[in-house]
């Protein structure tokens, strides 16, 4: 409200008076505006109070400006704050140049107009931006979906899809926010894709689950048939051996189960094996004498090979073989291996001179020495009359050939034992 008359004033200062009634006046261009009455104070305790106005004013428009040099604030918030501001600031019932602040109001609101179109459009390439990240979790997720379940391996491949549920999570969380309508149809997608998989995983699990207990079952029924051959000692290791392949060919029961059932089931086996080690432990004890035993009959068949009869050779063999054979089986086997070895190594050697002795004397082989060593001596008579007659003749090339020819004749007749 602008006075029409000039009252006789108390106060009067640049932006301000106070007449005598205590009205206080602010001057806004040429003209005074009425502000407000402060009659139970002096004129300058009431410019004072209307002067403190100005200053809280003065102090928002401050505020705001400082708010827009250092950023980080919304541009748009600022705007909507100065908006206030100003409108506080448009006939205020406050004392200073008001009008410099306006001017500052409106400095600061062109500022943020244009700050407001900068942080629009980066809004709008921030939701674009989110919108393709989020539509890149979409097709991650349907990809997995899409996959065959027979061929997934479905610890890692639920490890991804929790993984990739907890950034859709996070960025809603802490992205920008999308239009509804995308916002719906990309999460929609999502969620159908993420209960394709959850269905694949429950029901990969659920025939695995079957598969287990099925495999549980079987090995079950071995174990208790594994127990049952307890009472056969060494004797069921042959059908444990049976029951093992059918263990093998079962399947799988799950890590902590198989691991279970496998510790009953060799359990079992090891009460049979252990019978089989018990039993020879027993007759390794029991060879020892059997072994010392065996090893004098060595050192007796040591003497088979002084004898120079090949006759009471054989004699005094067969009787060793005989002992030997009452003496029986030792443990453990490559301690028998052993002394048979020994023992068959003289056999070896009898049987050589046999050979040999068969050969020397076999009718056949001696008439065909007698024809042979017949013949040399007609070749011996043969050669050295042919000597004889070349050194007659003085022929020492012809003579020099037959003595080398008579000298191989004699070799080969003396090999002959002729």
């Known amino acids: 409200m602008t006075s029409a008359s000039t009252p006789e004033s108390a106060v009067s200062e640049p932006w301000g008076r106070v007449d005598d009634d205590g009205t206080v006046s602010v001057r806004e261009g040429d003209q005074w505006r009425v502000v407000g009455q402060y009659p139970d104070g002096s004129p300058e305790e009431a410019l004072a109070y209307f002067e403190r106005k100005y200053a809280d004013l003065a102090g928002e428009v401050t505020l705001l400006e400082v708010r827009q040099r250092r950023g980080g604030a919304s541009a748009a918030d600022l705007r909507s704050a100065a908006k206030t501001v100003r409108e506080r600031i448009a006939g205020a019932s ?18 943020l107009t244009e700050a407001s179109a900068t942080e629009a459009q980066a809004a709008r390439e ?11 979790l979409v097709e991650q997720m349907e990809a997995i979906a899409a996959r065959d379940p027979k061929t997934i391996q479905w610890k890692q491949t639920a490890a991804e899809a929790t993984a990739l549920f ?30 394709v998989v959850d269905k694949h995983r429950r029901d990969f699990y659920a025939v695995l689950d079957e598969t287990h207990r099925t495999a549980r079952d079987a090995k079950q029924r071995l174990i208790e048939r594994a127990e049952a051959l307890a009472s056969k000692g060494e004797d069921g290791i042959g059908p444990y051996r049976d029951l ?7 399947g799988r029961a799950g890590k902590k189960a198989d691991d279970a059932l496998w510790a009953r089931f060799k359990a079992a086996g090891d009460a ?6 018990d039993r020879e432990q027993a007759d390794a004890e029991a060879s020892r004498e059997k072994i010392d035993a065996k090893r004098a009959l060595l050192d007796e068949a040591a003497a088979i090979r002084q004898e120079r009869d ?43 001179r046999e050979d040999a002795d068969w050969k020397s004397n076999n009718p056949e082989t001696k008439a065909r020495q007698s024809d042979m060593s017949q013949q ?29 020819a008579l000298q191989a004749r004699k070799a080969w007749l003396k090999a002959l034992g002729g």
């Open 272 to 277: 049979l094996y252990g019978a089989r080690a």
């Open 126 to 136: 921030a939701v674009d931006a989110a919108v393709a990240e989020r539509t890149q």
């Open 94 to 111: 406050a004392v200073g140049d008001l009008a410099a602040l306006q001017a500052r109001v409106a400095a600061l609101e062109d500022a």
């Open 166 to 195: 907890e950034r859709w999570q996070a960025h809603q969380a802490t992205g920008p926010r999308l239009p509804k309508a995308v916002g719906q149809r990309l999460w929609k997608r999502f969620r159908d894709a993420r209960s």
């Open 244 to 250: 093992l392949d059918q263990w093998k060919n079962a």
């Open 310 to 352: 090949t006759a009471k050779a054989r004699a005094l063999l067969t009787g060793i073989q005989r002992q030997w054979d009452e003496i029986g089986r030792i443990f453990p086997r490559d301690k028998e291996r052993a002394l048979d070895d020994e023992l068959r190594k003289i056999e070896q050697a009898v049987r050589a």
């Open 376 to 404: 040399l001596h007609d070749a011996i008579a043969k050669l050295e009359a042919e000597a004889a007659q070349a050194e007659k003749r003085g022929d020492a090339a012809s003579a020099a050939k037959a003595r080398e």
